[in-house]
């Protein structure tokens, strides 16, 4: 499995907004600066958000876009699907069964593929962002000086 740029600045933007107090608004410009993603692409990214629910956006000098959910309401797999699709290292499930139905010869390998798949995607959808974000604290600590 693999996460694209944007799935992965997705879930760097939602960490952003649950670091922050609740119901505080930040600016896109500022969650790109600081969190290096292109502002534009966060953009699209964040308009997406929105419209799954996790995010709200204000207009105005004191707008920008804060959390629309509880980080703990937020599961990583369900970001990771909105913003990559499917979990499979090579398609959906759906594919990897069909694959191994039409050959055979291979099904093992697909039926691994599946296993892959089905093992991240437990991970991912058990983990929440409030889980992400604990962990990036404990090792933002653990590497103070």
Not at 57 to 71: H, K, M
Not at 112 to 132: F, K, M, Q, S, Y
Request: proline share 3%; hydrophobic share 40%; glycine share 8%.
């Amino acid at each position: 499995m693999k996460i694209s740029k944007r799935g992965e600045y997705g879930i760097r933007a939602l960490c952003h907004l649950a670091e922050r107090r609740a119901g505080e608004f930040v600016q896109i410009r500022e969650i790109a600066r600081i969190e290096s993603i292109p502002w534009k692409f966060l953009e699209g990214i964040l308009v997406q958000m929105k419209r799954a629910g996790w995010v709200r956006s204000r207009r105005g000098v004191e707008g920008g876009y804060t959390l629309a959910r509880e980080p703990h309401e937020i599961v990583l797999g369900e970001v990771i699907r909105l913003l990559d699709g499917p979990l499979a290292p090579m398609g959906s499930a759906a594919e990897l069964r069909d694959l191994m139905q039409r050959n055979r010869r291979h099904a093992g390998f697909y039926e691994v593929l599946i296993e892959v798949r089905d093992a991240a995607a437990r991970i991912l959808d058990r983990t929440t962002l409030a889980d992400v974000v604990e962990r990036n604290r404990v090792h933002r600590e653990r590497s103070a000086p």
